[in-house]
């Protein structure tokens, strides 16, 4: 009695046998630990495919077997049909496994490509937050300026302010301004401000004034003000002592004098002593009348008809009091042509020849939050 090979599947018509390679492979035996529910639909389904095609398998190993014990028989016919029916149901279970095979590789694929975009998806992230800190590591002013001090060290933990920012593009001078002169003054008012560490004069203006005294008892109180710088480029620096004369009014083209050469007659007239020229050595001076103007504690401003840029007159109205010549421009000679600067005094620094005060530079904003 003839047997058949469980690998093989013969040919009733020619006696030869045809191989049938269709058997899962390990890879695909191996379920993945991170199925979905698509996923785990397909792998069953696979399981049942080739299920089915290994009993269709087996059924047609025992068909060919029957046909071959019964080739001499008188049932051989009905066996011949029975082996048919098992090749054609074979051959439709290894088309069904070939299909679910692919149907779970696809499910596969899927599942691999999901996983492939999750991973990117959290590397974007895990970036995005590495960014977010190493922004967080930058320290960003709130304002634009110097740094004029760090307050911390390289590898120390920074408490409050890390560093101080200072607007050196807008300077400010604190000043005092006396009691007696707080009526005189005003905010938006003009100033020139002087400065060992610059040559000439540079303008201000009156920024801010203080609406509390402080001071008092046996002094006269003051009242504290700011004068803020009008050129970003004065050359001043943060710290540096300055002079400052508030400018109550400006006057063109009139002629100033000390207040202590007018002399005041009992009819009311002002008069000044103009020098008119020397006898036996000595300067000779005469009486000139003059119209006095705006005044403030050193100068007053004046006008006549007599008057004359480049006149000498006596520093002091009292020929007692008149000790010495007095000639050049810082020697009280009547100047003219250009502005009389009548200034409130304020106290905080040496004390101008026609008022004013002094006080310290400061700009910007302190401190800057770590």
């Known amino acids: 009695t003839p047997t058949a090979d469980p690998a093989s599947t013969p040919d009733p018509a020619a006696g030869e046998q045809q191989t049938a390679p269709l058997a899962l492979t390990a890879e695909q035996q191996a379920a993945p630990l991170s199925l979905t ?3 785990e639909a397909a792998k069953a389904a696979l399981v049942q495919a080739n299920a089915d095609y290994k009993a269709a398998e087996q059924a047609l190993q025992t068909a060919q077997a029957n046909l071959q014990a019964a080739q001499s028989a008188s049932n051989y016919n009905a066996l011949s049909g029975a082996y048919t029916q098992a090749e054609s149901a074979c051959e439709q279970a290894r088309t069904a496994y070939e299909s679910t095979v692919k149907t779970s590789e696809a499910a596969e694929e899927t599942r691999d490509t999901a996983l492939q975009n999750y991973n990117k998806a959290g590397e974007s992230d895990e970036l995005e937050e590495l960014r977010s800190q190493l922004e967080k590591c930058t320290l960003k002013a709130e304002t634009s300026g110097k740094v004029t001090a760090v307050n911390a060290t390289v590898g120390s933990v920074i408490e409050g302010a890390a560093a101080t920012i200072q607007n050196t593009d807008s300077l400010k001078i604190a000043i005092t301004i006396a009691e007696y002169d707080i009526d005189s003054v005003s905010e938006g008012m003009r100033a020139v401000i002087t400065s060992d560490v610059i040559d000439g004069e540079i303008a201000g203006t009156l920024t801010q004034i203080s609406p509390t005294a ?4 046996t002094s006269s109180s003051t009242f504290a003000a700011e004068v803020t710088v009008d050129d970003e480029n004065s050359g001043l620096l943060i710290g540096t002592n ?7 009014s400006t006057t063109e083209n009139v002629f100033t004098v000390p207040l202590d050469a007018i002399e005041e007659k009992e009819d009311g007239a002002s008069v000044i002593y103009v020098r008119t020229g020397e006898q036996n050595g000595e300067p000779v001076f005469e009486e000139m009348q003059v119209t006095v103007g705006s005044t403030n504690d050193y100068y007053a401003e004046i006008s006549g008809a007599e ?4 006149m000498v007159v006596r520093a002091s ?3 007692e009091e008149a000790t010495e010549e007095v000639s050049g421009s810082s020697d009280m000679m009547v100047m003219g042509g ?9 106290d905080g620094g040496a004390t101008m020849p ?4 002094g006080g310290n530079m400061g700009g910007g904003r302190p401190g800057m939050g770590g």
Do not use: H, N, R, T
Not at 354 to 357: D, K, L, S
């Open 37 to 39: 529910a698509e996923q």
């Open 214 to 217: 402080s001071g008092g008892g």
């Open 242 to 248: 300055a002079k400052v004369q508030i400018i109550q």
């Open 307 to 310: 008057l004359e840029e480049g």
């Open 317 to 319: 109205a009292s020929l």
């Open 338 to 346: 250009g502005e009389v600067v009548i200034a409130a005094p304020a």
């Open 354 to 357: 026609a008022g004013g005060g």
